[in-house]
């Protein structure tokens, strides 16, 4: 099982970031796929996720209107494309895979973490 995200780095305020989530190993259609982040000195936090059967999503308040969630069952892929960055978004971004029963951003239902990339919005 691996879950590979990438795409972060640093922009200005403002700017805009596509980061991707590709899965490998397992059933990606039967699981969905969260992003979650930690910035320094913070808990990790829920950003988004994505249903594996009809593609609804749930995005936190923090980004809802800025961050897009989608994903790709041909390249095993889900996408963040995120816009209107701010400084406060600056943190290392993860993406996980929960069983697709319930669409939730809540930790307790993912069961496997990917590493993750870092993103960095400067002022």
């Known amino acids: 099982v691996q879950l590979q995200a990438s795409g972060g780095g640093l922009v200005q305020t403002g700017g805009s970031l596509r980061l991707s989530c590709a899965a490998s190993?397992?059933?990606?259609?039967?699981?969905?796929i969260g992003w979650f982040r930690q910035a320094p000195g913070k808990e990790r936090e829920g950003v988004s996720c994505?249903?594996?059967?009809?593609?609804?999503?749930v995005y936190a308040e923090s980004v809802r209107g800025r961050f897009t969630i989608s994903r790709d069952s041909v390249k095993n892929t889900v996408y963040l494309q995120m816009s209107s960055l701010k400084p406060e978004d600056t943190a290392v971004y993860y993406c996980?895979?929960?069983?697709?029963?319930?669409?939730?951003?809540?930790?307790?239902?993912?069961?496997?973490w990917g590493q993750g990339t870092q993103v960095t919005v400067s002022s």
């Open positions: 190993g397992f059933a990606f259609d039967d699981f969905n």
């Open positions: 994505i249903s594996s059967s009809d593609g609804s999503t």
């Open positions: 996980a895979r929960a069983p697709g029963l319930l669409l939730s951003l809540r930790e307790r239902w993912y069961n496997y």
